[in-house]
């Protein structure tokens, strides 16, 4: 079966230090990952997306990411946090080819002063 | 380029009633997917829509059904209202070619509140 596993609910830094939000993933084929950030009341907005091309991926506002086959991981990282980032941050896997989309239970990141 | 839009923003039914959300997919996509995020929660896949027929179901009761039309807009309906029916709808709109499903891109949402 096809999961993700966000592995803190919640992630509080202080604005300009580094940003670690970690991420497992369970699949039986060579998924397709993917964060999705989401502002209070917004919809979801894609920040990057892996698809076996290079391991690490570079996304929107400063974010990457970088899948590791072998700890089945696919931590998102950013060198230096603003205010603007504070937001839910999920973690997706695509199974295959399908339309499906498989979501962790989100991380809440808080950016303080 | 237009993105997609979901309506209503926000709707209030009650216990029993049936509901109609609708969503209008970004410009050159063919496949729509609908989602429900209960609070707290990640999204949860409902179904999906490619060439006007449902292309995969998530773990939903009959109840929860859907449309798509020649123009690729999309329409959720749920009967019977039951009160953990209460979440964020979302609709994500992607391209599905030879190679399969494209990046799906988020609509805002519609909040229903079930009382």
């Known amino acids: 079966a096809q999961s993700v596993t966000q592995l803190d609910s919640h992630v509080s830094v202080s604005e300009g230090t580094p940003v670690l939000l970690r991420c497992n993933y369970s699949?039986?084929?060579?998924?397709?990952l993917f964060w999705y950030v989401q502002h209070p009341n917004k919809g979801l907005q894609l920040l990057l997306k892996?698809?076996?091309?290079?391991?690490l991926v570079k996304g929107i506002n400063g974010f990457e990411a970088e899948f590791k086959k072998s700890e089945t991981s696919f931590h998102l990282t950013k060198p230096s946090a603003h205010m603007s980032d504070a937001a839910e941050y999920f973690c997706?896997?695509?199974?295959?080819?399908?339309?499906?989309?498989?979501f962790g239970q989100g991380t809440e990141l808080s950016v303080k002063p | 380029e237009t993105g997609v839009t979901q309506s209503p923003t926000h709707l209030i039914k009650t216990r029993g009633q049936q509901v109609t959300l609708r969503c209008s997919s970004q410009s050159g996509h063919n496949t729509v997917s609908w989602y429900q995020q209960a609070l707290g929660q990640g999204p949860q896949f409902i179904f999906q829509y490619y060439r006007e027929e449902e292309n995969g179901r998530g773990n939903f009761p009959p109840r929860f059904s859907g449309l798509q039309f020649p123009n690729y807009s999309s329409e959720l309906n749920v009967n019977a209202l039951e009160l953990d029916d209460s979440a964020l709808y979302l609709c994500?709109?992607?391209?599905?070619?030879?190679?399969?499903?494209?990046?799906?891109?988020f609509g805002p949402g519609t909040r229903l509140t079930v009382l």
């Open positions: 892996y698809t076996s091309a290079a391991t």
């Open positions: 994500a709109s992607s391209k599905t070619g030879v190679q399969g499903t494209d990046t799906q891109y």
């Open positions: 699949s039986s084929y060579s998924p397709s």
């Open positions: 997706v896997v695509r199974p295959n080819q399908g339309g499906k989309l498989i």
